[in-house]
């Protein structure tokens, strides 16, 4: 049984299953989000031009502490937009770093109608 607090959400990217539509669960649905966040490119909607954040861009960026503190700012205000009503905005935390030539991402953040964290990290590179 379904809880209240947990409803179905429809899967991202979108598939259908020897069920129906294939669906996924809060959490679930939250890093999905997050993760069409982090690859959109800016404009690559067209009646949302200001969604996204473009990281695979990054990865011919030199990486360095600049470089991070500019990804961490532009995903903090797209996050906090995009997961607005999901996710408790005063929990929302992230973190960039780079390894090598490859970009980190760790986002962490409480989920707001059930207090659970969540904590996630993304490797791009």
Do not use: C
């Not at 669906?23 to 939250?30: D, E, G, K, P």
């Not at 532009?74 to 905005?89: K, N």
């Amino acid at each position: 049984m379904q809880r209240l607090s947990d409803p179905p959400y429809l899967a991202f990217p979108f598939r259908i299953g020897a069920k129906g539509a294939r669906t996924s669960t809060r959490a679930r649905h939250v890093r999905e989000q997050i993760e069409q966040v982090l690859f959109t490119n800016p404009n690559e909607r067209v009646f949302r031009p200001e969604f996204g954040a473009g990281v695979k861009k990054l990865i011919f960026e030199p990486n360095g502490s600049a470089l991070w503190e500019v990804t961490r700012k532009r995903l903090m205000s797209s996050l906090a937009q995009a997961l607005q009503g999901e996710v408790d905005p005063r929990t929302l935390e992230v973190n960039v770093r780079g390894e090598g030539a490859k970009l980190i991402i760790d986002i962490a953040y409480n989920l707001a109608t059930i207090g659970q964290t969540e904590k996630h990290e993304f490797v791009v590179g």
